[in-house]
């Protein structure tokens, strides 16, 4: 019974974070955005840039850089702000996911969630 509790919490909590993943990749797709490659300094832009073949000026490249180094900010705040709903999302898959347990099975369960730290579970992260 109890490897059935703990096999059963794994998969509630996976399929909440599986849920919520899902519906944040879908918005993206709808919007055609894709922060990760917005965001990421490194990556190679030949031919994917929206800018490529416009032969900018310095002014002009500098006052692009600046526009998106303004939106980044932004983009990093509105994540910033939206932590705390984050949060208490996922502290509420645990206090559900709590309730199917037995209290031994609780005790172990709420080590187990502090010392994630507010990482992911390996569960969420194999998705």
């Known amino acids: ?28 797709e709808a919007l055609g955005i894709d922060w990760f490659e917005f965001l990421d300094e490194d990556q190679d832009r030949t031919g994917n ?16 850089d600046r526009i998106l180094e303004d939106r980044e900010e932004a983009l990093e705040e509105y994540w910033e702000q939206r932590l705390p709903e984050i949060e208490r999302i996922v502290a509420q898959s645990y206090a559900e996911i709590r ?29």
């Open 49 to 64: 840039s929206l800018l490529s073949g416009f032969d900018l000026s310095d002014q002009q490249k500098t006052r692009v």
């Open 1 to 28: 019974m109890k490897r059935r509790g703990t096999w059963l919490a794994g998969i509630l909590l996976a399929l909440t974070f599986s849920v919520g993943a899902l519906g944040g990749m879908a918005l993206e």
């Open 99 to 127: 309730l199917i347990l037995t209290p031994e099975q609780q005790s172990t369960f709420d080590k187990r969630v502090r010392s994630l730290g507010g990482a992911l579970p390996d569960e969420v992260r194999a998705r």
